[in-house]
């Protein structure tokens, strides 16, 4: 480092510094050059008692002084930097003048000449403290009103920022919360989706338990020496903070342990599947406490933070992490050909259910029947994906192999409600369980042959005789979309009350174009919601329920 980017300010604020410190009388102008040095130079100074964000650009030095208050012969002083995301190096520089040549410029009775030769003498430039790396960094020592000191900071891989904290007040209370002697974070329990912690107490907690919280930060990244750094790294992924971070048990939130984000009135929520990749729960000041909803089977990095409520200021104990539990292999059910068996999926686990079939023949059909809810369908033979979709209606699978290939089926409900299916594999093509199905399985209505005591529905068949029974079922206004919702379209009309009953009649026509029957169901009440079902019957009995229709007769006629 060029000496000259030391010597040039550092001189600047020595006279500022010795002008302040003058007791004669002084003119105006005195007093006005004074004023303007130090208003110039004011950007440069460290505020003392206040963290200071600074900026750097890579590559590019940063550097600023501090002095101590006059009439100090010796002081204790702290310096705490936190880079906030790479690693960054940092020292500091003193400038020790004898005292002869100071009391010399104070009085002003010197020559150019000779105080150029005795500066040079009298003055020692020396580094004091360096440091590289990113983690939180804290000098302490002790100055005289004789000493100035500077601070270079340098990134030499990108643009970052980081926060300094100078203060010479030791008496008061400390900016950021004490660790205890043993910082580190210990794992008291592993299961599948749960991680227990604890930690030691801070003395700042026990002091000042009101304005004190443990924050707790997981992530599958790495640990996390600051919380600034933390921010710094959620802000980088492309999720939306706002300009300050604050953590604290907000009285906007009626649970006290939820990930929460605070800027004066703004509130933000970090969720775990969020891009930022970043859970940050505070639990107030509890040191033990259980991670909820993680994945089966991975590595998740865990960091505690010490927050002080009316600051900001946090100090991080010593991150670590675990493994969670891998997931038991779920249990898996055996297919038999030509069995059906109806499987209820849970959609709030959203796990797979798993069945299995060892072919008996070269060629075989799956066929699945989605009774309620949305349902993926994930087919594998002898270990190789070969379908994977979701299913509505009534779905086949036609699949060739070899004799005692291995057929892994697994379902999972796409939805946070349960999802049922009904489940079939069978070598018998010519031999169908379900019926021949219509291009469309709708229900139509005539809007201009609606009467006050008559509806007209219409609904397409096959060219395949078959059996279609019509059912109908008075509902209320507030009852249509849990009707629909809730239908189970895998029962049959023996889930269906007798006075339901409309009729049921035999059905088919060679030309499809012309497979399309109509009925006119008569006897109903005026202004009045109907809810109307159409199944049909194939050869082997099991039938296919068309999707519900909903239609209100006429008020008046």
Known sequence: MSWFWFYLPLRLLMVACLCHSIKDPTTSSQQSFRTDLFNFYHSLILADGKETTVHLLKDIPRRYYFVLEEGRALAPFTITVTPCDVPIEWSILVHKASASFLGKAARGDHDTQEDSKSQEASSMVSTIFNYKGNSVETYMGMSSHSALYMLEFLSTERDTHITVYLTTDTTSGHLYPELPMDPRIDVIGIGHTTVTLTWKHSPSVLQHRENIQYCLLVNE???????????????????KLPPTLALSLSPYL?????????SNSELSIINRVSSGEVRQICMGTKNTYTVPNLRPSTQYYFDVFVVNLLTNASAAYTGTFARTLEEPEPKVTELKDGRVIQVVLDGKKQKFYSLQYQARHKKIQFTFQLCRGQVRVHITKNGKTVASENISGLRYFSLKGKLLDTYLVQLRSTEETNSSVKVQVSPHFHKPLFPLLPESLKIKSFSKLRTCNSVTIAWLGTQEESKYCVYKKKIEEDQVWMELRSADRCSGPESRHKSEKVLCKYFYDINLQRAVTTETIKGLDAGTLYLFDVYLFGPSGIPVRYHSKVVKTRKRC
């Open 254 to 262: 009626l649970e006290p342990q939820q990930v929460m984000i605070l």
């Open 221 to 239: 990244k790495h640990n996390y020496k600051s919380l600034c750094a933390a921010e710094t790294a959620i802000r980088s992924s492309g999720m």
